[in-house]
Structures are given as C-alpha cells and as structure tokens.
C-alpha cells in the first residue's frame, strides 16, 4: 500500500500569506495525485486533481505542483474562507486502493 | 446539479446491523463508481471500499475487506454501506463520494453519515 505523508501537521499563517502544503508519497504515483479542503463539520471538497489541475469553480489562488512522490500545494493569498484541513489522496494504482494524507490544517496565525 | 444524499445520522448498540444510504442525482448513476470513505473523530480520511452501480462490481481496502458490504440498487440509484455487527470503534462519519470517469479522484461527496455506536 502506497504511503502518503503531509507535512506539516499544522501550518499557521496570516490573512494574505502565502501557504505552502506538502505531500510525499511513498513511492511514485505519477501525476495521479489530488487535493481536498476541508472546513469543520463540513465533507470534502475537490480542489486539485492530476497533481495540478484546479477543479471547477476552485480560485486561482490554489495551485497543485509535483509528480512523482513530491507534492505541493500553494494557496498564493490567504483568505478568511481558506482556513481548513487540506488532504493529499493518490490513486496510481487505481484500483484497487486508493489513500489519502494525514491532513495539514491551516490555522489564522 | 450533481448531488449526492445521504441517509441521517444513527444511533447504534454493540452488535446491532446498519446499512445507511447514498442516493445520487443529477447524472446517469450507472456511469460511475461510487466510493465510501471513512473519518473517525478529529481524524483523517480513510478510503473504504467502491462499487461500480453498472453490475455491482467491488473493491475494498484491506483494512475494511471483511468489516462492511457496499452494494448498490441502480434501479433507484443509491449505493449502501452496511455493517452486519457494529463495535463501538465504528463510530465515525461515513461518506460517499463519486468516482471521476477520467482517474481516481473522488467529486462530488455527498454530505456525510455520523455513526454512533455505544452501549
């Protein structure tokens, strides 16, 4: 089973820094890696896929980089409604299983 | 719009069965496999099993092969998570989520099942 490791646990930022995420994998997945946020009492939502590609709708402030086992999120500009849990997921091997991060949450410094 | 719906939250003794629901809309459901994902409290996500609601194909993670049963009625396109004998270390919220045609990736989610188990 593929291992996907984020760092770091916690990442505390102020409104209108930069945010710089990071997702390792055990062993390479390719480009077959996605992005998640997450806000309290809320589900997943799909920010990147294809390690690099933002999903409908996702601002432009939320940039995917990386392939292979290194992975990085950068959220340009912070903003209030971007405080959240972040999850990396791979699914190279697709199927049959798929894993995700550990999670970074990005706290208001 | 694409949505998917889940049952309500439950609560459950030690030993009870559970099957909870996951009703999709707003595409042609048999196009796409649906996934369940798990988050116990104040944890992180775990990928649990998927069906394919075309023939009712499914694959498990390891750690849940065994544990639960995903099925899936196309006939009213809903997909299920079911539990024969819950522990009290199933307590968790469970969702779904659809599968992208292109890759793996997991978009839509529905809007998550709180499971409660104690006795």
Redesign the interface.
């Known amino acids: 089973e593929i291992v996907m490791t984020q760092s770091p646990a916690t990442l505390s930022v102020s409104p209108g820094e930069r945010a710089t995420l990071s997702c390792r994998a055990s062993q390479s997945v390719s480009s077959n890696l996605a992005w998640y946020q997450q806000k309290p009492g809320q589900a997943p939502r799909l920010l990147i896929y294809g390690a690099s590609t933002r999903a409908t709708g996702i601002p432009a402030r939320f940039s995917g980089s990386g392939s292979g086992t290194e992975f990085t999120l950068t959220i340009s500009s912070l903003q209030s409604e971007d405080f959240a849990v972040y999850y990396c997921q791979q699914y190279n091997n697709w199927p049959p299983v798929s894993t995700f991060g550990g999670g970074t949450k990005v706290e208001i410094k | 719009e694409v949505q998917l719906v889940q049952s309500g939250a439950e609560v459950k003794k030690p030993g009870e069965s559970l099957r909870i629901s996951c009703k999709g809309s707003g595409y042609s459901f048999t196009s796409y496999w649906i ?1 369940w ?1 798990r988050q116990m409290p104040g944890k ?4 649990m099993g ?1 069906i394919d609601p075309s023939d009712s194909y499914t ?4 750690s849940f092969q065994g544990h639960v049963t995903i099925s899936a009625d196309k006939s009213i396109s809903t997909a299920y998570l079911q539990w024969s004998s819950l522990k009290a270390s199933d307590t968790a919220m469970y ?1 779904c ?1 659809r599968l ?1 045609v292109a ?10 099942t709180l499971v409660t188990v104690s006795s």
């Open positions: 996934s994902v992180g996500l775990e990928w998927r694959n498990y993670s390891p969702y989520a992208a890759g793996g990736w997991f978009d839509p989610w529905g809007q998550g």
